[in-house]
């Protein structure tokens, strides 16, 4: 069982370009989330979906776009790359919404733009 | 508003002796609270949650957790620590109203145990 699957692990961009930062699940969990970890100040949710078709925003989108085709997969993309965008990148997913459930995590995506 | 603070970014701790990592909340009704463990160059992983009932609430790795309403805090224990449990550990809050993409997430406090 893989679990949360990201990739790549590591990526340098330079400003302007775009790139796509793929995830994908092998659990059937509905909710999927994008998170970026930045030094000392915990992570901070982009996109969040919680089905097939059904995206919304979270705290930090701008300069980010999400699609969801299909359970497995929530790919976070970048348009025109920004040095403020270098972060590590989380995808997470989880059972349920509600309740007490926790999220898995994926490896995580180190991206650097410069 | 919900928030959570780890007053700590760094612990140290000798190998065998009790650790602590703290974490306080706030958060506008009942809380879900969380902690994970982030090895280097890994995601987070799931090390325990408190639900309800028994203030105490035991995890993965002999770790525990007490969750105090009074004074809104839900530190993080182990009564004897390894040299392995060196890594960044996050507390998580949410109102248990609310869905999980409202889950907030501490700043992380990295735990360093000497040999």
């Known amino acids: 069982n893989a679990g949360v699957t990201q990739t790549p692990k590591f990526r340098i961009l330079k400003i302007g370009q775009s790139m796509t930062l793929q995830c994908t699940q092998d659990m059937n969990h509905n909710y999927m989330y994008w998170y970026r970890q930045d030094p000392g100040m915990g992570l901070k949710l982009i996109y969040y979906?919680?089905?097939?078709?059904?995206?919304d925003k979270g705290e930090v989108p701008n300069g980010y776009n999400v699609s969801r085709s299909t359970t497995e997969d929530f790919p976070l993309r970048l348009e025109l790359a920004a040095p403020s965008q270098t972060s590590v990148y989380f995808c997470?997913?989880?059972?349920?919404?509600?309740?007490?459930?926790?999220?898995?995590f994926g490896q995580g995506t180190r991206l650097t733009v410069v | 508003a919900q928030s959570v603070a780890q007053p700590e970014d760094q612990v140290n701790v000798a190998e065998g002796n009790p650790l602590t990592v703290k974490c306080t909340y706030s958060?506008?009704?009942?809380?879900?609270l969380f902690w994970y463990v982030q090895y280097p160059n890994r995601g987070l992983q799931f090390l325990l949650k408190y639900i309800t009932g028994d203030n105490l609430v035991k995890g993965s790795y002999g770790f525990e957790a007490e969750f105090n309403k009074s004074q809104t805090s839900f530190h993080l224990k182990k009564p004897s620590a390894l040299v392995s449990d060196s890594a960044l550990y996050f507390c998580a809050v949410r109102d248990r109203n609310t869905g999980g993409f409202k889950t907030i997430f501490g700043a992380g406090t990295r735990l360093f145990v000497k040999a």
């Open positions: 997470a997913s989880s059972y349920s919404d509600r309740g007490i459930t926790e999220a898995f």
């Open positions: 979906s919680v089905g097939a078709g059904i995206t």
């Open positions: 958060v506008s009704g009942n809380p879900y």
